[in-house]
């Protein structure tokens, strides 16, 4: 009787571990069978583990919000506590209107910052060929959900991780890079497998940088994640990327110009997120820098777009990028490997969440600040009229980016500056007219986005003619100039004080655009910036054109030959 009793014990405990084991949340190593570091990840192998994540993990949800212009999903990783999770939905409402001062008082706004936990999302890989950061996505992952240290942090957050941003050109780099590689890593720079080719797989499927179109979303990537970021309204945003190998490390603060439409409460967030990234990295003794070469100005960015959302938005950069491969023997005679750039990484990601884990409360309230302080900024209204081919695109974009746009439903006298002139002038607006003000909460981003020239920091233009005069390399990193009634050639004026008792309603595609039937031809001069998109439409439409072999003449105008 005893020795069945043992073995009956034997056979339970048996199970038991057997159930353990089978319950148990694990690594990536574990999972993907080798460790992360040692090779590239594909995609479809990083949506896996996340996967096994939510299935293991109470704490976890995947959630697809979009696709690829090469149908690769695109996935947001949701990680936060049991509690948390029970009243998510009421989580995300009350976060999202702390961007709605309109409606939500400063006292509701202490009221929800008091009880709620704040978020957090981590964006990685953009640039598909900054390959590490999508390998560091998961480490994060399994850390949050596997350190019992982490559960403070999922209590004060909803983390939003973002594995890959640009899944198209990552798998680009990575199917190339392990055709090229031989079976032993190759350190030397010169080797093959440091040297990609074009197109390389920084860009998405079209090519198109998407760290430079958060702003103007010409890509379904960018449109899809606009969406789900507007969803969110999170309190920090972090974009992951890598730089030249012969670097190290950066983070915030950035280097100026800081751009103007942001509060100036901004740089210390980024202060102290800073610090706390510079005392994991000391005590583990490795270098990093700050303060130079990437700015918070161009508004296209992973970092500025959400800063100008009411968010502390910041990029991280490790050394890496196409050319560093697995590994790469860099001038100081080291090699540097792709686990040291995950580590790092890794490291940055963690030592954010614990600092915005430890000012939840003060992030949400600047969330609010920041959009509530422009309700009571000094106003600017621009008017952008109708008529010219990009006026709808214009508004479209402006849209996507839920700005707030009114149309004339009644001519207006304006007296207001031309942003392609100077001086204030009268003129007449017809109805259609887009009427955009400022004073709304994304009013920062509608001056960026409309201005006709951006505010540099104190004495910048200055010392940058000083440094080219001295022939030396000035400190701009990227465009210093966007405004999009210039860029996309639409008529538009600014001015400080709108007419009073204007007839307006909220824009509307179908008010904006009657139908009217025409009996005469068309003519598309060869040098319209459109020439090639409607020929391309036509042509897909089977819509009948003829092309000029030369220019004509028509009254007082002149057409360029490739005229439609």
């Keep these: 009787m005893m020795r069945r009793l043992a073995v009956l014990f034997t056979m339970l405990l048996t199970a038991s571990i057997a159930l353990g084991q089978e319950n148990a949340i694990p690594t990536p190593d574990a999972f993907l069978g080798y460790t992360l570091g040692d090779r590239f990840t594909p995609y479809a192998r990083i949506l896996d583990y996340y996967d096994e994540l939510s299935r293991r993990s109470d704490l976890v949800t995947v959630q697809r919000f979009g696709e690829t212009y090469e149908h690769r999903p695109l996935v947001l990783v949701v990680i936060t506590s049991k509690k948390n999770r029970s009243a998510l939905e009421t989580i995300r409402k009350d976060v999202v209107s702390l961007s709605d001062p309109e409606h939500t008082t400063p006292a509701r706004a202490q009221e929800i910052a008091s009880a709620t936990p704040a978020i957090a999302w981590l964006g990685f890989g953009i640039h598909g060929n900054e390959s590490s950061s999508a390998e560091a996505s998961m480490q994060v992952a399994s850390a949050l959900v596997r350190d019992p240290s982490s559960s403070t942090i999922l209590e004060n957050l909803v983390v939003l991780i973002d594995p890959l941003q640009n899944p198209d050109g990552r798998e680009r780099y990575v199917q190339w890079f392990t055709r090229s590689s031989g079976a032993v890593r190759n350190s030397n720079p010169e080797s093959l497998e440091h040297s990609e080719p074009w197109p390389g797989g920084r860009t998405n499927h079209y090519m198109v940088d998407m760290n430079r179109d958060w702003a103007w979303t010409s890509q379904q990537e960018s449109i899809a994640r606009v969406v789900e970021y507007r969803k969110w309204n999170p309190q920090v945003f972090v974009d992951f990327h890598e730089m030249g190998y012969g670097s190290s490390y950066f983070f915030p603060p950035d280097s100026h110009p800081i751009n103007a439409n942001l509060p100036k409460e901004v740089e210390g967030w980024l202060d102290k997120f800073g610090r706390a990234n510079a005392e994991a990295f000391t005590s583990r003794g490795w270098p990093f ?94 008017f952008i009229l109708p008529g010219a081919p990009n006026f709808r695109p214009l508004v479209a974009m402006l849209q996507r980016q839920s700005i707030r746009i009114d149309r004339l439903t009644a001519p207006a006298t304006l007296h207001a500056t031309r942003l392609d002139a100077e001086g204030a002038e009268s003129r007449v607006a017809p109805p259609g007219t887009a009427v955009i003000s400022t004073r709304q909460p994304l009013g920062g981003l509608v001056q960026t986005l409309l201005e006709r020239s951006p505010a540099f920091t104190k004495g910048f233009v200055e010392e940058q003619q000083k440094k080219t005069h001295a022939d030396e390399p000035d400190d701009f990193y990227d465009l210093t100039s966007w405004s999009l009634p210039l860029a996309m ?76």
């Design 289 to 382: 820098f700050v303060a130079e070469r990437f700015d918070l100005f161009y508004p296209g960015y992973g970092d500025s777009w959400p800063s100008l959302h009411g968010a502390i938005g910041m990029t991280y950069e490790v050394a890496g990028g196409g050319r560093a491969g697995s590994s790469v023997l860099r001038d100081d005679g080291a090699n540097f490997t792709l686990a040291d750039r995950i580590a790092r990484h890794f490291t940055t990601g963690m030592a954010t969440l614990r600092t915005a884990s430890e000012n939840r409360q003060g992030l949400l309230l600047y969330s609010f600040n920041a959009l509530h302080g422009q309700m009571s900024a000094a106003p600017t209204t621009y």
């Design 489 to 564: 050639n639409v008529e538009a004026y600014a001015a400080s004080a709108a007419p009073a008792n204007l007839s307006i309603e909220p824009y509307s595609v179908a008010a904006a655009a009657p139908v009217r039937k025409a009996r005469y031809a068309y003519l598309v001069d060869g040098h319209d910036a459109n020439v090639y998109r409607i020929a391309g439409r036509m042509l897909r439409d089977s819509v009948r054109f003829s092309v000029s072999d030369d220019s004509l003449v028509l009254g007082d105008r002149t057409f360029a030959r490739g005229t439609l």
